[in-house]
């Protein structure tokens, strides 16, 4: 997509460097563009294979000048030995007409077919695909635009009952799982980035993600998806996790970052057999426990789950929470260590311990806290979540506000479950400087960033700190195990959580 033919043959090269198979040059793009020099410069300098497209702007590219004048550039690539042309619909009738018989055997004709605004139902789609075919493409390529991850099982539909090679992609960030899973039901290509950010589709991912973070050359028929479900989502480590685990110990699965607007739709939308684990994160851990048909004792007890499994013997879906397990956990290793004693009992009993938050996971802290035989505080912004929750764990209620001047005892334990201090608002903090000098050990589930505010304020008012990561690494140990039947790969995990971090 550079502006000039030496820098485009730059990213060409790159390209090659960073695994790419096929590369597409975006004719509109350049500046001053002469097709005969021009073309012959890319086409022949290129090290891998060709594909040429020049995007008008009522196709959503650059190019607004004669028509003529472009075809006829399009025409001249195939005469100097491009790979691939990318023609639009409205035009490729007479395109294609215009080349018969006048091109030598080698080049595919891509006939393709953007919608900038959302996409069109199974039936018009379907429609749609019969129209590029009749053009005589050799390829067909539809890209819609997801407004809802949904819409990308059409897309996967009409890959699965395509009878001739096609490319189908959900444009934009809920459409990110077609560009991967393109390789699971057969799309004849998906495009990858050079650098994160600089895309010629809304939704891109980069090659290197593709390559690297979603192991895209092991997808195939057969790929189990798993993926974890929130909004927002980009932020999630998940994937990095999963990913390096699954291929560590030859898992055939792909874990996504799965952008759901309604966790019903979703599940009712991918219910394959192929589909069958997910993690769920903020805010969807409740709605995720209304969906499952059968619910663990616990995560029924604390009104979320953190982790479904599709059963295969029925394909019934099975809601766990692990939060508490790997929440707890770190907290009593922080205590352990920092008595210095290795008690039968756990170090948290009897304990006051303060929960920031009433959603999933801080459900999940006090419920996992009272099993410990803690006193549970809870205090959150709404009074009436708050008290909702204490009442379960025979604990006591406060908002935000009060638990400023609470100060009953020296020596309390907090945990922070809200995202307050959650990137990209790193400044914000859920409990003053002035009021953390109460607590003797301060836990933050916000592993992003890994030292949040309130963790380094704790921290300079002399308690001891648990990271958010430590939760997230002891509840990653258990999901992958649910999710494969097989030992965690725990030090790999380990590896890849500090490196992302």
Avoid at 345 to 374: C, H, M, N, R, T
Wanted: charged fraction near 20%; aromatic fraction near 8%.
């Amino acid at each position: 997509m550079a502006d000039s033919v030496d820098q485009m043959l730059g990213q060409i090269r790159k390209a090659k460097e960073v695994g790419g198979d096929l590369v597409e040059i975006r004719l509109d793009y350049l500046k001053n563009f002469s097709p005969r020099q021009d073309l012959q410069f890319l086409v022949k300098q290129s090290p891998l294979p060709t594909l040429v497209t020049y995007r008008p702007t009522w196709e959503g590219g650059q190019y607004d000048g004669d028509e003529g004048k472009r075809l006829d550039a399009l025409r001249l690539a195939i005469e100097l030995g491009a790979d691939y042309i990318d023609v639009e619909l409205q035009v490729a009738p007479e395109f294609i007409n215009s080349i018969q018989g006048k091109t030598s055997g080698n080049v595919k004709i891509i006939v393709s077919s953007h919608n900038y605004q959302n996409s069109p139902s199974a039936e018009e789609l379907g429609n749609l695909v019969a129209r590029i075919q009749a053009t005589g493409a050799d390829i067909v390529k539809i890209a819609t635009t997801a407004l809802d991850i949904t819409d990308c099982a059409r897309i996967f539909q009409v890959l699965a009952h395509s009878q001739v090679p096609t490319i189908g992609i959900a444009m934009a960030e809920r459409g990110l799982i077609s560009r991967i899973l393109s390789a699971k039901f057969g799309s004849y290509l998906t495009f990858g980035s050079l650098e994160a950010g600089v895309v010629s589709a809304p939704g891109q991912p980069t090659v290197k993600d593709l390559l690297d973070l979603y192991n895209f050359r092991q997808i195939g028929p057969d790929t189990k998806v798993h993926g974890v479900i929130g909004k927002p989502i980009g932020h999630s480590k998940s994937p990095h996790l999963y990913n390096s685990a699954f291929k560590s110990v030859g898992f055939n699965g792909i874990y996504l970052p799965l952008l759901v607007d309604s966790v019903k739709n979703f599940l009712t939308t991918y219910s394959s057999p192929d589909f069958v684990g997910y993690s769920y994160t903020i805010p969807h851990k409740e709605d995720g426990l209304r969906c499952c048909d059968e619910i663990d004792p616990i995560a029924q007890a604390i009104g979320a789950i953190s982790c479904m499994i599709r059963r295969p013997a029925d394909g019934k879906l099975m809601g766990y929470n692990v939060d508490y397990l790997g929440a707890i956990a770190a907290i009593e290793e922080g205590l352990r260590a920092s008595n210095g004693t290795t008690s039968v009992g756990s170090p948290l009993a009897g304990k006051l311990f303060v929960v920031i938050g009433a959603g999933g996971a801080g459900k999940a802290l006090a419920y996992g806290g009272k099993e410990k035989g803690a006193r549970v505080v809870v205090a959150n912004r709404t009074f009436e979540k708050a008290k909702e929750l204490a009442s379960k764990v025979g604990g006591e209620a406060m908002t935000l506000a009060e638990l400023e001047n609470f100060h009953p005892e020296d020596g309390m334990i907090l945990a922070n479950t809200t995202s307050v201090g959650m990137k990209p608002n790193i400044d914000n903090t859920p409990l003053s400087k002035k009021a953390l000098s109460r607590y003797s050990l301060v836990f933050d589930a916000i592993y992003t960033p890994k030292l949040t505010r309130l963790l380094r304020e704790a921290q300079e008012s002399g308690a001891i700190i648990v990271y958010g990561t430590e939760m997230f690494i002891n509840q990653a140990f258990v999901q992958f195990e649910r999710f494969t039947g097989l030992p965690a790969p725990k030090e790999l995990i380990r590896e890849v959580l500090v490196r992302n971090t």
